[in-house]
């Protein structure tokens, strides 16, 4: 969701490394560790999930449709409409149906694939 964030704490007891990075909800709601990670496996991970490194809540939306996950997310919806319609139905919180919802409208109106809006998205991420 857009509260979530991977973040860098203090670690809880001495080790070779003095940080730990958390995937955080609210920046300081530690959910789970992510001890083994380096900080180069941390961005990668936000790169791939849309999920930022540090708090940055006006970001979300925008990394999560530049991300792996937002397109194999739209992909799912096509490949299975019944299974996206009955969660889509059930969703009312997060904003991914919209978001979802929204992408394929484009690529539909553009007639363009969708790896091409893809591209244009991230170009647009890296860009920001």
């Known amino acids: ?3 979530t964030s991977f973040e860098k704490y203090d670690h809880p007891y001495p080790t070779d ?3 730990i990075y958390y995937a955080c909800k609210y920046r300081n709601e530690r959910r ?3 001890p083994d990670l380096l900080e ?5 991970l ?3 999930f849309g999920i930022p490194f540090g708090y940055k809540s006006e970001d979300t939306n925008r990394l999560f449709k530049a991300s792996s996950a937002f397109i194999g997310l739209v992909a799912w919806s096509i490949k299975y409409p019944g299974l996206y ?4 139905h059930l969703q009312s919180y997060l904003l991914w149906a919209d978001m979802v919802d929204g ?3 484009e690529a539909e109106a553009s007639k363009k694939s969708l790896l091409l809006i893809k591209e244009s998205l991230i170009g647009k991420a890296e860009c920001q």
């Open 85 to 88: 319609a009955r969660f889509r």
């Open 17 to 19: 490394t003095d940080f």
């Open 32 to 34: 789970f560790a992510l």
């Open 40 to 44: 180069e496996d941390v961005r990668m």
């Open 46 to 48: 936000s790169k791939e």
């Open 103 to 105: 992408f394929r409208k």
């Open 1 to 3: 969701g857009i509260c």
